[in-house]
């Protein structure tokens, strides 16, 4: 019985590193999709404000230069916040495209940490009904900004790749998503 056990043992250790010698990040081009939670919140709203959590996603692609380098663009939509206080009521979204440059560190054949720093073009779209002073209405912004990101990775065959990240937006408040995302390399 320990015979087999040990056999067992033995051929699982060899798959995994057979796994991890695949895993290795290789150049080229990748796309992906990620889903978490995010938070949106406003500095001031009649004097108040507030974060609200809500759900997040975000499309990306991007190349790989190296193990350690790459670029990456993306469509985000980070949810929702609201606030309400009696019959008023105010919600702010923010959705837009980035482009960041992804440094990676790669912690063995399967696991690497990474972070991400880039530019990000977004609209932040506010609704309010009963606000006392303002009434009921709706007024949209676009701006732009720097968005940043770290995580980890890690990678299954040298194709799939796994990632927890978390981002982060300044859009006069705040906006940032923790998300759990797969990406597919070809």
Same mark, same amino acid.
């Given at each position: 019985?320990?015979?087999?056990?040990?056999?067992?043992?033995?051929?699982?250790?060899?798959?995994?590193?057979?796994? #991890?010698?695949? #895993?290795?990040?290789?150049?080229?081009?990748? #796309?992906?999709?990620?889903?978490?939670?995010?938070?949106?919140?406003?500095?001031?709203?009649?004097?108040?404000?507030?974060?609200?959590?809500?759900?997040?996603?975000?499309?990306?692609?991007?190349?790989?230069?190296?193990?350690?380098?790459?670029?990456?663009?993306?469509?985000?939509?980070?949810?929702?916040?609201?606030?309400?206080?009696?019959?008023?009521?105010?919600?702010?979204?923010?959705?837009?495209?980035?482009?960041?440059?992804?440094?990676?560190?790669?912690?063995?054949?399967?696991?690497?940490?990474?972070?991400?720093?880039?530019? #990000?073009?977004?609209?932040?779209?506010?609704?309010?009904?009963?606000?006392?002073?303002?009434?009921?209405?709706?007024?949209?912004?676009?701006?732009?900004d720097m968005i940043y990101g770290v995580g980890g990775a890690l990678s299954f065959g040298?194709?799939?790749?796994?990632?927890?990240?978390?981002?982060?937006?300044?859009?006069?408040?705040?906006?940032?998503?923790?998300?759990?995302?797969?990406?597919?390399?070809?």
């Open positions: 019985m320990y015979k087999r056990f040990g056999l067992c043992a033995v051929a699982a250790l060899g798959l995994m590193g057979t796994m #991890a010698a695949q #895993a290795d990040t290789q150049p080229g081009f990748y #796309a992906g999709a990620g889903i978490g939670s995010s938070t949106v919140g406003a500095d001031e709203l009649d004097g108040t404000g507030f974060d609200d959590s809500d759900t997040g996603f975000k499309i990306f692609g991007g190349y790989t230069f190296n193990e350690n380098f790459g670029v990456e663009v993306s469509y985000f939509d980070f949810g929702e916040g609201s606030v309400s206080a009696g019959t008023a009521s105010a919600s702010v979204g923010v959705t837009g495209l980035s482009a960041s440059a992804v440094g990676r560190l790669p912690i063995n054949a399967m696991f690497a940490v990474f972070g991400k720093l880039g530019f #990000a073009s977004y609209d932040v779209d506010t609704n309010f009904r009963n606000v006392p002073g303002f009434g009921n209405g709706h007024f949209s912004d676009s701006d732009s040298g194709n799939f790749e796994a990632r927890l990240e978390y981002e982060a937006l300044n859009v006069d408040g705040d906006a940032s998503m923790l998300s759990v995302s797969g990406l597919f390399r070809f």
